[in-house]
């Protein structure tokens, strides 16, 4: 199979190459693609030197699928003149995720939903996708009615410059261009892409939005607080859940340890629950300080913690790609 990155110069792209090598994703051709200024250079993959070109000469190779990880406004220009051309495009911006003309996928969740009239899927954004993989197996069980989240996110989040940020701060350096607005290194910036009119930022209204889209389930009510913390390794989150129906502690925890990508990470007594540290490189995500919310019923209190730039982002878009390819779901679609 042909595949395109679109983006594949920056820190998701680079990450979604090494994904599709790390899983032996069928590639029988590889297209880094990237803006104009970035022509020429080249990626790494599988060991070999790949020329980055531009999207004008990679909708002419057509490929069967396109990762797209290079911007909201990239993808509203660009994604539908991929689809146009028999290409399905999976994308990781924000610019499809709410329309109702697209489905939001987390492949654990809804990729049955997929079919090959699907020319532009969206990825969820990457502090959702690890709350609803654990969200999603408690709310089949005991129906999820409130969700609170407070989240403590890594700069890799925002992209490599802001890596510099946080790395030339630690050294003393402060004159680099900033990407915040404040220092990062040893500081928490309670504010996560741009403020909206309630109060809320456009980070937890994603949060709030995109889990009831992703789960099916309009009646949810998500609340959320997303944070920015000086880390690099993943995405971290407190959660508390509010259910319909009474659990069982131990139940949950057999659930959680059951469930398609989600490993279980819940031993106080030995120190031993998820961390960016130890989550950092891994598909999965990980769960664990999990125990009763004692001050209302049918409430839990759990700690997720993912690597954002690989379920949050690249491993998510290449297991739809797997997805698709394993039941046959890229190409021209069949008239019925």
Known sequence: MKIAVVGATGLVGGEILKVL??????????????????????????GKQIKVIGFEEA??????????????????????RFAEAGITVIDNSSAWRMDPTKKLVVPEINAGELT????????????TIQMVVVLNPLHKKYKVKRVVVSTYQSVTGTGKAAVDQLFSERAGDHSKG??????????????????LDNGYTKEEMKMTNETKKIMGDD????????VRIPTIGGHSEAVNIEFENEFDLDEVRQILSEAEGVILQDDPKK?????????????????????????QPKTLNL???ADNLRKGAATNTVQIAEFLAKHDLVGVAQAV
Not at 29 to 39: G, N, Q
Not at 59 to 80: N, Y
């Open 271 to 295: 120190a031993l629950y998820p961390m960016p540290l130890t989550a950092h490189g891994k598909d999965e995500t990980f769960v664990g300080r999990i125990r009763r919310d004692e001050s």
């Open 303 to 305: 700690w997720i913690v």
């Open 21 to 46: 090598e790390e899983r032996n994703f069928p590639v029988t051709e590889l297209l880094a693609v990237a803006s104009e200024r970035s022509v020429g250079k080249e990626v790494t993959f599988k």
């Open 116 to 127: 090959r009239e699907d020319k532009i899927i969206a990825n969820p954004n990457c502090s």
């Open 59 to 80: 909708i002419a190779a057509k490929p069967e699928i396109a990762i797209f990880s290079a911007g909201g406004g990239t993808s509203l220009e660009l994604a539908p």
């Open 219 to 226: 009646s949810i009510a998500v609340t959320a607080t997303t």
């Open 178 to 195: 900033k990407v915040y607005p404040h220092q990062i290194d040893l500081n928490v910036l309670p504010h996560i892409d741009v403020f």
